[in-house]
């Protein structure tokens, strides 16, 4: 069933994570010009990554179990993303005294806040669905 609520949370973070690197950059340079994630291969790899996982969990509908495993892996997914985003920006020259570390680094952790919730609904469901079998 699509209506779910889990559904709108899987969407959103395909949403977040395959359209907002575009938009938003990650972090600038020391000259301060921007830099966005379809300047990395290895960024749009993980971003589109982690879109596709959310848009596969997103179909799963049928299958609970897998859609919660799969929402791990995502959320295992982003946090490396996150790991690899942190590490480019700390390779900047100026390292840590960079004043531009650029909001596009909050990327996966939005994403990881909508998967999360997705895993709570998927969860609850779950639960509300062995409930009802054992009353049978």
């Given at each position: 069933?699509?209506?779910?609520?889990?559904?709108?949370?899987?969407?959103?973070?395909?949403?977040?994570?395959?359209?907002?690197?575009?938009?938003?950059?990650v972090y600038s340079t020391a000259e301060g010009?921007?830099?966005?994630?379809?300047?990395?291969?290895?960024?749009?790899?993980?971003?589109?990554?982690?879109?596709?996982?959310?848009?596969?969990?997103?179909?799963?509908?049928?299958?609970?179990?897998?859609?919660?495993?799969?929402?791990?892996?995502?959320?295992?997914?982003?946090?490396?993303?996150?790991?690899?985003?942190?590490?480019?920006?700390?390779?900047?020259?100026?390292?840590?005294?960079?004043?531009?570390?650029?909001?596009?680094?909050?990327?996966?952790?939005?994403?990881?806040?909508?998967?999360?919730?997705?895993?709570?609904?998927?969860?609850?469901?779950?639960?509300?669905?062995?409930?009802?079998?054992?009353?049978?």
């Amino acid at each position: 069933m699509i209506q779910r609520i889990q559904s709108i949370y899987l969407f959103l973070a395909a949403l977040v994570a395959a359209g907002l690197h575009f938009a938003i950059p990650v972090y600038s340079t020391a000259e301060g010009a921007p830099v966005y994630a379809v300047d990395h291969l290895e960024l749009v790899a993980l971003f589109f990554g982690s879109a596709l996982l959310s848009l596969i969990a997103l179909f799963l509908f049928k299958n609970r179990k897998l859609q919660f495993v799969l929402g791990r892996l995502n959320i295992i997914l982003n946090f490396i993303l996150l790991g690899v985003l942190v590490y480019q920006s700390q390779m900047l020259s100026g390292g840590a005294a960079a004043p531009e570390k650029g909001i596009g680094m909050l990327i996966p952790i939005i994403s990881i806040v909508f998967i999360a919730l997705a895993n709570k609904a998927i969860k609850r469901d779950e639960d509300l669905v062995k409930s009802v079998d054992r009353l049978r």
